[in-house]
């Protein structure tokens, strides 16, 4: 079957030569690398989950945003809480 394929001008290049150093054709290069592709096994990936990815990305980025998986959140509201308390005891004395 014929097809049309884009590669960059260097693979091509350097396809051409290789197949003129082995003596062959580029298209029967080509279709061996095709082959070589196609009959070697994929590395399985294990899916990960949800809960994984987010539990390894914590931290990693600081979007200036709180935590919410932290104790970021507990630590404002207290703060927040005690900033109340003395503007009440302020505005009683």
Do not use: F
Request: charged letters at 35%; hydrophobic letters at 40%.
């Amino acid at each position: 079957m014929k097809i049309t394929v884009e590669i960059s001008d260097d693979l091509y290049r350097q396809a051409k030569s290789e197949a003129a150093l082995r003596g062959r054709k580029l298209k029967d290069l080509v279709e061996e690398g095709l082959r070589l592709v196609l009959e070697t096994p994929r590395p399985t990936s294990k899916r990960r989950s949800l809960a994984g990815l987010v539990k390894e990305a914590r931290g990693v980025i600081d979007s200036g945003m709180i935590d919410l998986a932290s104790n970021a959140l507990s630590a404002l509201q207290s703060q927040m809480k005690r900033s109340w308390a003395g503007e009440v005891r302020t505005r009683c004395e």
